[in-house]
């Protein structure tokens, strides 16, 4: 979408509701429908399918196209049923994907650790990235630790494990 804009410059507002309709009418990687269907309960008909009549244009009835239509609607909360559940299909596969590839960092209390040194504390390429060493006193949920300095000073908020790494003397 933002490739399409900048190409277009000061043609912006006439590109997106191009763009938006591809968008609409385009199946979803997440939810393998377009949303326009999710919406609606049937596929869109393209504005050059109107303009220059094409077979599916010319071969419509009215009628068919209601009982079409009621059968569509009848079957959407299955196609939106089927829609969710490749959704969550797609989160655990990223979930998993995530798990596989991290490696969780569990501190135990005395540990000694390093901690990451905020951004606004780099004064130039050649300050340390790591700030330390601190010893763990407690060992909170979901990986956060308090911790205080050798000399027994605490540090005033929690750290998550992601900030931190070993000591090694």
Same mark, same amino acid.
């Given at each position: 979408?933002?490739?399409?804009?900048?190409?277009?410059?000061?043609?912006?507002?006439?590109?997106?509701?191009?763009?938006?309709?591809?968008?609409?009418? *385009?199946?979803?990687?997440? *939810?393998?429908?377009?949303?326009?269907?999710?919406?609606?309960?049937?596929?869109?008909?393209?504005?050059?399918?109107?303009?220059?009549?094409?077979p599916r244009f010319q071969s419509f009835?009215?009628?068919?196209?209601?009982?079409?239509?009621?059968?569509?609607?009848?079957?959407?909360?299955?196609?939106?049923?089927?829609?969710?559940?490749?959704? #969550?299909?797609?989160?655990?596969?990223? #979930?998993?994907?995530?798990?596989?590839?991290?490696?969780?960092?569990?501190?135990?209390?005395?540990?000694?650790?390093?901690?990451?040194?905020?951004?606004?504390?780099?004064?130039?390429?050649?300050?340390?990235?790591?700030?330390?060493?601190?010893?763990?006193?407690?060992?909170?949920?979901?990986?956060?630790?308090?911790?205080?300095?050798?000399?027994?000073?605490?540090?005033?908020?929690?750290?998550?494990? *992601?900030?931190?790494?070993?000591?090694?003397?």
């Amino acid at each position: 979408m933002k490739g399409r804009l900048e190409k277009a410059k000061g043609n912006w507002s006439e590109e997106i509701l191009k763009i938006l309709w591809s968008y609409h009418t *385009t199946p979803q990687s997440t *939810t393998k429908e377009p949303p326009f269907s999710l919406v609606y309960g049937s596929d869109a008909m393209i504005p050059i399918e109107i303009q220059k009549s094409s077979p599916r244009f010319q071969s419509f009835v009215v009628e068919e196209s209601n009982k079409g239509r009621k059968v569509n609607l009848d079957l959407l909360d299955e196609v939106r049923d089927h829609a969710n559940i490749n959704l #969550e299909a797609l989160k655990r596969r990223v #979930e998993v994907r995530h798990k596989t590839k991290t490696k969780p960092r569990q501190f135990r209390i005395a540990d000694l650790v390093m901690r990451k040194t905020h951004p606004y504390q780099i004064e130039n390429k050649l300050s340390p990235k790591w700030t330390g060493p601190f010893c763990i006193v407690e060992a909170l949920e979901n990986g956060a630790y308090k911790m205080e300095t050798l000399e027994g000073g605490a540090i005033p908020r929690t750290w998550n494990a *992601t900030n931190l790494k070993f000591y090694f003397s």
